[in-house]
C-alpha cells in the first residue's frame, strides 16, 4: 500500500468504525420504546434548533402580524393568518417558537457538555489521587452544593449583563457537582483494579494512568450525567428567562413563557403559553428517558423488567 493510500485508508477505517458505534446505539435505543420515542424527540429538537430560525415564517420580534384591515392582530387565536396565533403584541407565535429553539440547543448542549465535562474532571483527578487533592476537590464540590443555583445565578447577572455564552457558563459553573461525586465514587473502585496497579508499576506516568487506564472505564458514567446536564441546563436556562434574566437579544421559550405571563394572559392566551411550555417538557423529559435506558446499562440494579 502506497504511502498516500494509508491516511485514506485509515479515515475510511474510522469512519465505518464510528458509522458501527451509531448503528449499534440506535438499536439498542429501538429496543426500549421509551426511549427510542425521546431519541425521536431529541432529533426532531436538534433539527429545530438548527433550523428553526430558517423556517420561521415572519422575524419574531420585528414583524407585526396585521389582518384584511391592517389592524394588529393581538391575542388572536391559531388561524390562516398565524397558525400558532398571536402573542398580546401581535407577534406571530410560531415564529417565537421555531426561533426560540436554537437558545434552547445552545444553552442545553453546551451547558450539559461544560458540566459533565467539568464534573468528569473532577472526579477522575480526585479519585485517582487521593489525599490532600481529595481533600481540596471535595470540599470545593461541598461549598458548591452549598450554594443554591437559582439564588447565585440571580445575583450575577444582576451585576451583569445576560447574554447566551454567559448563562451557559454559570449553569456549568454551578451543576458540574454531581457528576463529580459520582464518577469520583467510581474511580476509588477502579484506581484499586490490578491493571491500574499494573500500570503504575509498569512505570506509567499518572496522567497516562488516568487517561488510558482510569478514565475509559468510568466514560459511561460521565456520558449518563452529560446527557442529564443537558436536561438540567434547559431547565435551568428556561427557568432565568421566565424570571426576567434570560438573554434580551434573543427570543427562547423561557422568555415566550415570560411574555405571556407578564402580560397577564396566561389563563386566556393557550395558543401562547402550550407550545413553549410543550417543548421544554418534551425535550427535558425525552433526555432523560435516554439517560435512563443507558442507567439500567450501567447499574443493572434498578433494571426493570422488559
Known amino acids: 500500500m502506497s504511502t498516500e493510500t494509508k491516511p485514506k485508508a485509515e479515515l475510511y ?21 421509551m426511549a ?28 407585526t402580524v396585521r389582518g384584511d384591515g391592517g389592524s394588529v392582530l393581538r391575542l388572536a387565536a391559531p388561524s390562516v393568518d398565524a397558525f400558532f396565533g398571536t402573542t398580546a403584541y401581535g407577534k406571530d407565535v410560531l415564529s417565537q417558537f421555531l426561533a426560540g429553539a436554537r437558545p434552547t440547543l445552545i444553552v442545553g448542549l453546551f451547558g ?22 481529595d481533600e ?19 445575583l450575577l447577572l444582576t451585576f451583569m449583563t445576560p447574554n447566551i455564552w ?39 506516568s499518572d496522567l ?14 460521565g456520558f449518563l450525567y452529560t446527557a442529564y446536564g443537558v436536561a438540567w441546563a434547559i431547565a435551568a436556562q428556561a427557568s432565568l428567562a421566565f424570571l426576567g434574566f434570560g438573554d434580551p437579544t434573543m427570543t427562547s421559550w423561557g422568555r415566550m413563557l415570560r411574555q405571556v405571563f407578564a402580560s397577564g394572559n396566561m ?25 435512563r435506558a443507558y442507567e439500567e446499562v450501567i447499574n443493572p440494579e434498578i433494571q426493570t423488567d422488559q
Do not use: C
Not at 425521536?40 to 415564517?57: I, S
Not at 450539559?112 to 480526585?126: K, P, Q, Y
Not at 497516562?208 to 458514567?221: D, E, F, K
Not at 393557550?270 to 423529559?285: C, E, R
Open 166 to 204: 454567559l448563562i451557559t457558563a454559570i449553569i456549568a459553573a454551578f451543576l458540574w457537582k454531581m457528576p463529580a461525586r459520582v464518577v469520583r465514587s467510581e474511580v476509588l473502585s477502579v484506581r484499586e483494579r490490578t491493571f491500574v496497579k499494573s500500570a503504575r508499576a509498569s512505570g506509567a
Open 13 to 33: 477505517k474510522r469512519v465505518d468504525a464510528l458509522w458501527t458505534t451509531v448503528r449499534d446505539q440506535f438499536a439498542f435505543l429501538r429496543r426500549d420504546p
Open 136 to 154: 481540596l476537590l471535595m470540599r470545593l464540590t461541598d461549598l458548591t452544593f452549598s450554594l443554591p443555583f437559582m439564588p447565585m445565578a440571580l
Open 36 to 63: 427510542f420515542a425521546g431519541m425521536l424527540v431529541v432529533g426532531a429538537f436538534v433539527f429545530l434548533g438548527l433550523f428553526g430560525p430558517y423556517l420561521a415564517p415572519h422575524d419574531p420580534i420585528e414583524h
Open 112 to 133: 450539559g457538555l461544560g458540566t459533565g465535562a467539568l464534573g468528569f474532571t473532577v472526579g477522575v483527578v480526585s479519585g485517582y489521587y487521593g489525599g490532600w487533592v
Open 208 to 221: 497516562r494512568t488516568m487517561l488510558y487506564h482510569v478514565a475509559p472505564n468510568v466514560l459511561p458514567i
Open 267 to 291: 389563563r386566556v392566551a393557550w395558543w401562547w403559553v402550550l407550545p413553549p411550555a410543550i417543548g421544554i417538557a418534551a425535550i427535558t423529559t425525552s433526555v432523560f428517558l435516554i439517560g
